[in-house]
């Protein structure tokens, strides 16, 4: 029996490396980027509000040098105009809001069918979050052009334009951009300014920035699958969790560990050089392993709106020289693309339905994952990120609906799953009496790409409990195993504020 349970806690242990993160805890407040110092390393300087102690004229050369051939805020309306003008069919601008200092944070949708609400997936795009770090707002100019001159000449091209709803939002910070500071117009630190899982600050609505604002209500308007944020500083893809619940710099996966350390290793592999990075394997990092921060903008994506968000770190010096731009749009062009790709070419996705033909708002879940979507409220429509070549018990529940589930091994690429869920009349229509262990899914080797297999619902829920029972055992018996345990000796990792 205890074998029995033991092994079973083996195959089960991943699905709670979530829980199995916070453990062992030993409280500390000091150590955290939390109070967001400034840090300097490897030579290289991190710049900041009181980055410039030096005069006044110098600070204004210095300034001047630093915007030589990077676009102003109304050169980046112009060129987001010419590329509308350009692809007027393919592309549209809108507004999100205003900055502090009454900016427009002004966006562009890239869709085959702009404006228009449908079941594709939507990607946003997100550069310039921090004023001093504007290597993003150019590449996402470069990127809106590289579409429009090559939709229906490149592939990969034609595939985002013509199954994804691309928003960019070039700059999220233009009042810090003008003003050469890391963040806005009030001084704070944009990705600070969130509402945060563990502690509850920035909770008042009302003393929220307004760009934070925009962002909050821009996320509520559009069901964005994916997304990225583009930073500088450092050249590594990160993915949540970025905080800790104690502060402490650690590992702390989400319940889609496995599914954000594949986005993040396809943008770092996609790069001309991420995967190569020293200091980061296979350039990709869990936030709270680097530097926890509190307040960020990626954990609220993933918490709050279904939306699975990386920030990439897509330059080592957060202003260089603007004669190097080209070269970094050529190093970040294929995983920009791929990353937005990925939306439609890997997971699974499909369309929940009512037997009766409806389209269905239903949730979507992964079995042995604590995470769930919602499907799209007018056309059922969901997509669903996963790591490819693994297994999985995808559930479509709605209430006054019996759930249904579907067994599907996924490779490479997508696979397409549609429910057809059936009313609940009656929780006890049918005694069928299975055993249970065939409740789960069953995968054996020659099982072909994908099986779809339905289930009635009441057999689902005796394995479900079975399962949380079995889960429940197995964290026991863990905690148990790593307190007799040495705990790693900590690896001593550089400080900074990206
Ligand atoms: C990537 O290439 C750039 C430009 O050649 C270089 O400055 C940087 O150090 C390289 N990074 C890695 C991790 O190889
Ligand atoms: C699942 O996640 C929710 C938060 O989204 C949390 O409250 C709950 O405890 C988690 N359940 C498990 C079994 O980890
Ligand atoms: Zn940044």
Redesign the pocket.
């Known amino acids: 029996m205890i074998f029995s349970l033991l092994f079973l806690c083996l195959n089960l242990s991943s699905l709670f490396r979530f829980s199995s993160g916070r453990g062992a805890a030993i409280r500390s407040y000091n150590q955290s980027g939390y109070d967001d110092k400034i840090y300097g390393h490897s030579g290289r300087r991190l710049y900041s509000d009181n980055d410039f102690q030096m005069s006044e004229e110098d600070y204004n050369a210095r300034l001047e040098k630093l915007a030589q051939g990077y676009m102003s805020n109304s050169d980046l309306e112009k060129a987001m105009q010419e590329v509308n003008s350009r692809c007027p069919n393919i592309s549209r601008i809108y507004s999100i809001g205003k900055s502090a200092l009454g900016v427009p944070l002004l966006a562009m949708e890239i869709s085959d069918s702009p404006g228009k609400i449908d079941a594709e997936p939507s990607f946003k795009f997100v550069g310039n979050v921090h004023g001093n770090e504007p290597v993003g707002r150019e590449l996402l100019l470069l990127l809106a052009n590289w579409l429009c001159d090559n939709y229906l000449k490149d592939s990969l091209a034609t595939t985002i334009v013509d199954g994804v709803h691309l928003h960019i939002l070039p700059s999220m910070n233009p009042d810090g951009y003008a003003l050469r500071r890391r963040g806005n117009a009030n001084h704070i630190d944009l990705n600070r300014d969130f509402p945060d899982q563990f502690f509850p600050m920035n909770d008042d609505m009302d003393l929220r920035q307004p760009e934070t604002k925009a962002m909050l209500n821009w996320m509520e308007d559009i069901h964005f699958t994916a997304s990225a944020t583009l930073h500088g500083g450092a050249?590594v893809a990160n993915y949540p969790w970025d905080g800790t619940e104690d502060k402490k710099r650690d590992y702390f996966g989400c319940p889609d560990d496995k599914t954000f350390r594949f986005l993040a290793s396809l943008y770092s592999r996609s790069h001309?050089?991420?995967s190569?990075?020293?200091e980061f394997p296979d350039g990709i990092t869990n936030g709270a392993f680097w530097y926890p921060i509190y307040g960020g903008m990626q954990d609220w994506n993933y918490i709050h709106s279904g939306c699975f968000e990386l920030t990439l770190e897509i330059s080592?010096d957060k202003w260089p020289d603007a004669s190097e731009l080209p070269?970094i749009w050529d190093?970040n062009r294929m995983s920009m693309l791929n990353l937005v790709g990925s939306v439609i070419k890997t997971g699974i996705h499909g369309r929940v339905f009512s037997s009766d033909g409806k389209p269905l708002p239903a949730s979507i879940a992964i079995r042995g994952i604590n995470y769930t979507i919602a499907a799209g409220k007018k056309f059922g429509e969901y997509y669903r990120l996963l790591a490819p070549g693994e297994k999985y018990e995808v559930i479509a529940s709605m209430p006054g609906y019996r759930l249904k589930r579907a067994c599907v091994i996924l490779g490479e690429g997508a696979a397409t799953v549609d429910f057809v869920l059936d009313p609940d009349t009656s929780s006890t229509l049918n005694g069928s009496s299975r055993v249970l262990e065939d409740a789960g899914c069953y995968f054996d080797s020659k099982t072909s790409l994908q099986v779809v297999d339905f289930l009635p619902a009441t057999q689902l829920e005796i394995s479900l409990l079975l399962f949380v029972m079995l889960g429940f055992l197995c964290l026991l018996m863990q905690r148990r195993a790593r307190r007799n345990q040495k705990q790693m000796p900590a690896v001593p990792r550089r400080a900074a504020v990206i």
Do not use: F
Request: overall charge neutral; proline content about 0%.
């Open positions: 050249l001309y050089n991420m190569l990075s020293k080592d070269t190093y």
